[in-house]
């Protein structure tokens, strides 16, 4: 097999792996160096990292499974530091690497102000990951100050994202106007206005004179003898291609590495692609056109003609409630027009430049919902004549009647592009629906990529959706929670971890609840949200909890309870059988019955009761089954090796096991469990939340049946060898669901909402992975493993719940 | 009838957004306090199926039934929403300086002595 080398695993190379691995996986033996200790992540998505909105995990786009199942030779964070052309050699730190093709894929690297003070503690860029983390450090500190030099798209997300941090920030632009290179003077000023009314502060012809500080940066002065405190400094003014190694190996470089429309070097083994590269005297700083540059090099790299070539660029900046755009040139000058729309009270600002008839460049602020609209009529060159007089109102007002939005989306040729950052187009997208039968947005990403970089083009295709799907696709893709909030599930849990919410009035609070206090609905919701992502630490919230798991016995259409003590793995004994036939004697039970998940149910218990009931049981040995809860309920087993003729494992014993390490822990909805001994499946297990198969060679490790209202067949997650690793498999498993299941959604409804692939991804590719997820369990169980009815029967808790707060006698109220 | 008032307990006895209940000769009365600690008092039996109210969850001045999620006014005792039905609600007062809690029973007393008439 050839051997292809890749230095540098960041968007461009990553987007040329995928496409060769995806026409053919066995074309080369690829090695793959990287200075940064981690593989391929969406590196325009660290925005939303540093401001909370995303985690880091959500944006990693190739992870280890990725890497294995493709046999990638990983060298991360081991930094190539030169080519040996003549042997045909890359010599990494750690030592060297024969190739036949080699890719230079190095990025570039930000720029650095030549300024004293620049290399003092807290004076960084804002490049990758250790930057981003840096940075959320820094905003730890309350109060904490940060300057940030640059007031370019970089800098500006940078600004906003501390900002939301709680940062106090500065903005320091040497220009006149914000984003002036994408911007002009207007649009500059109103998105200035809207960065001030979130609180930055923006200095525009602000110079940078020197940094002030000792060892760790105390402030920085300007040329105006302006000094300005800061904790922390940010520089954003630009990036420089790193170009280094190859023009120490002698490869053509100008300001940066040369290459020809198949993307090679003057080296005709060597090949560049992304921001380390020179076309035609362009340099490149977003990712539009290096996946058009990766889509080329991975079709020349398998012998295929193609040919790169540079399109139109637009830009948009991915800060929360700015909405901008600009596209094409539109400096004024002698030929050109311009046509303006100013709407100042709602900051809706618009300016296109047009010359010989055609658009040729447009910039817009606040309201985009054209901008897609405009950018296609930039690169097709088509004359506006026609419309001239009514252009700028954008596409709802061309051909008489103004057109909604969905007829606006119609009404784009088949070949416009919806989205910049993947090139795709409205057809590819409308195609790949129908031929797919896809339902949702995450699968539209999954297959056309479409939406999957910056998404800011995901409106569009969510209209595509509507209009491909009708009726059936639900645009509003969020159902928000409930009447209280227009945010869904997945908002508010994520809200909650990056924004670190930790009780029930922060979440309403911070999240814009429009009640006082939630309804029936979010309430048990947010407070099985705070208790899984805050264990130990957030106090379970009772009035938030329905009757069933506040009293901890399933209410019955009278009013009575019903009480189900645990049956470890549905296993019982003489002395538990005589506590519960002395319980019901006692206590005038009027029904016992056994579940279906191999237990005895007492029904008819009244509420006052109930504590005198659980004593008695606790006195026996036995706790609570949770059979009301949204938790661990049972875990159903056959007789395994200890009796069965057939049996292959000890099932009874795994059950067990299992039931007594996971009882206790909270989930999203309900999760039953089941061990069977042989595939002749005697505990049937493959209609449970998690079933396990135990067979000669291990245990299958199956998921997400249903055998409810909707009747499913489980899913095989994987295969392992030993009990420790089923429970570990198992463990994981069930924590990943604690942490992404909205409420009420049971495991096989999560699976069809995350797919496959993601789970297998996290729990069952990555052992690390692996481990932290049941590490986060075990943390969790130390404060969830309590019997709740020893609690209340003998421990005082909630005592209020299981009597009267008063009688008022017959005479009483007669009176 | 004058409002006979029955001291029932202290605002603490029941939770914050909860609810506890009291006997009487006709039937449980569910007694409410709310976040803003206002409190209600209402018959323990939802217009819908009779599920017991004091074990719903309570939010703003409203609970919602534990058997099937009916919505009930604590102010008015009209169920919420499209449905319709109402629980008779009591009168109810707080003394805000020593937290006592009083219940009158005037309502359902009234209505057993038209029913003997
Ligand atoms: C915060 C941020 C926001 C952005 N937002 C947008 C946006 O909204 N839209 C847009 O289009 N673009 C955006 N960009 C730009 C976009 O991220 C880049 O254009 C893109 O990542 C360039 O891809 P690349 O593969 O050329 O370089 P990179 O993704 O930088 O990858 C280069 C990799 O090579 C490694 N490397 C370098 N030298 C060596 C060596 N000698 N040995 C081994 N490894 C080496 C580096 O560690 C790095 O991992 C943003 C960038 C940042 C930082
Ligand atoms: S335009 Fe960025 S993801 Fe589509």
Redesign the pocket.
Known sequence: MQKLVV????????RVLENLFETDPQAYEVTL????PRG?YN?????PV?SGEKSFDEIVTHNEGWYAGYKVACRFG????SIDRARKVVV?ENGEAPYDKLII?????PFIVPVEGRDLEGVIT???LDD?NVMIEASATQGAKAVVIGGG??GL??AAGLRLRGMEVTVLHLSGHLMDRQLDEAAGYLLKRDLEKRGIAVMTKASTQKILGTERVEGVELADGTVLPADLVVMAVGIRP?A??AKAAGLAVNRAIVVDAQLRTSDPDIYA?????EFNGML?????P?YDQAKVLAKVLMGEADSFAVKELS????VTGCDLFSAGDFAAGEGREEIVLRDPSHGVYRRLVIENDRLVGAVMYGDTGDANWFFDLIRDGSSVAAMRDTLIFGQSYQGGSPLDPMAAVAALPDDAEIC??NGVCKSKITGTITAKGLTSLDEVRAHTKASS??GTCTGLVEQLMALTLGASFNPQAVKPMCGCTDLGHADVRRLIVAKELKSIPEVMQELEWKTSCGCAKCRPALNYYLIADWPGEYRDDEQSRFINERVHANIQKDGTYSVVPRMWGGMTSASELRAIADVVDKFNIPSVKCTGGQRIDMLGVKKEDLPAVWADLNAAGMVSGAAYGKALRTVKTCVGTDWCRFGTQDSTGLGMRIEKFMWGSWTPAKVKMAVSGCPRNCAEATCKDVGVICTDAGYEIHFAGAAGLDIKGTEVLTQVRTEEEAIEMIVALVQLYREQGHYLERIYKWLRRVGMESIKAAVVEDAAKRRHYFDRFVKSQETAQRDPWADRATGGVASHEFKPMAEIGFKEAAE | MSKAWHPIGQLTDIPKRGSRCVATPFGRIAVFRTAEDHVFATEDRCPHKGGPLSQGIVHDASVTCPLHNAVISLETGEMQGPDEGRVRTYAIRLDPLTGAIDLSLAEAAADMTQAAE
Request: hydrophobic share 40%; glycine share 14%; net charge negative.
């Open positions: 230095i540098g695993a960041g968007m461009a190379s990553g160096f990287n200075a940064e391929n590196r325009i998505m660290l925005s540093l081991e930094k190539v530091v990494g894929a190095t990025g570039s690297v804002y490049r990758d981003t798209l970089l997300e940078a790193s280094e190694i692609v992304g921001e380390c590269t490149f700083g977003l990712v539009a290096l830009t948009k900046l991915k910049g950052c970089s910056c």
